[in-house]
């Protein structure tokens, strides 16, 4: 009994001191494998030349974006209505954000959201303006939409963007319209 006990102890002594081996070979291999995965993040962050961390996929396309459509502040401007290139530049943008996707990048009509409407987003560059266009006529379906098509309101834009995009448009069109000055002011005072 006492032997049988003696030797089972011996045994264990004798596996502990085994498995202790073990263990620091092990240890060995761990710092070895955690080095490696160290100098391997090293190279990557530091050395590598093709692999930056911060790089970010969109920044490209970004900047031409902000580059071609650079933004101006038009808050400023008095009299919205009278013809100014800032309020064009500003409108421009608006565009891009807001129409582009049904009236296309250049008001052709051929935004890639348009394609299956009835009837069609307009071709802005060639008309015509079913509420007489210019800069009432725009001003006017920019603000009310138009009922019976996908042209929607846009009266929760501020005065001086609606505006900005009129002046686009009548910067891009073919089918400008002649107006009277006074007449424009005179609605563009009244109009919300
Ligand atoms: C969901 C697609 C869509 C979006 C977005 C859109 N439009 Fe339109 N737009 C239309 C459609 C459809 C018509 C009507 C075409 C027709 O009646 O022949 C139209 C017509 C017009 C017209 C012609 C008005 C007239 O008197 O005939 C103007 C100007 C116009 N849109 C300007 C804009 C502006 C500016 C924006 C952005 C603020 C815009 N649209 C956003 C679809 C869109």
Redesign the pocket.
């Known amino acids: 009994m006492s032997d049988s006990q003696n030797q089972s102890g011996h045994g264990n002594k004798k596996e502990n001191s085994k498995s202790d081996h073990h263990n620091e070979a092990g240890m060995w291999a761990f710092l070895f494998s955690m080095a490696f995965v160290f100098a391997f993040f090293i190279y990557i962050v530091a050395i590598h030349p093709g692999i930056d961390l911060k790089e970010n996929i969109h920044a490209p396309v970004v900047e031409t974006q902000s580059a071609a459509d650079e933004d101006v502040d038009v808050s400023k401007v008095a009299e919205p209505w009278v013809a100014n290139d800032d309020m064009v530049k500003h409108g421009k943008k608006l565009?891009a954000q807001?129409?582009a996707?049904?009236?296309g990048a250049e008001g052709k009509g051929d935004g890639p959201?348009?394609q299956a409407?009835n009837?069609?987003?307009?071709n802005?560059v060639e008309g015509p303006?079913?509420?007489g266009?210019g800069f009432v006529?725009?001003y006017t379906?920019?603000t009310e939409g138009?009922p019976g098509?996908?042209?929607?309101a846009?009266g929760h834009l501020k005065s001086v963007d609606r505006w900005a995009?009129v002046q686009f448009?009548d910067s891009i069109t073919n089918a400008k319209v002649k107006e009277d000055p006074k007449k424009v002011a005179e609605f563009a005072k009244s109009a919300k």
């Open positions: 565009f807001n129409c996707m049904c009236h959201a348009g409407l009837p069609p987003p307009r802005l303006w079913k509420k266009g006529g725009w379906v920019v138009l098509t996908s042209m929607a846009y995009l448009i």
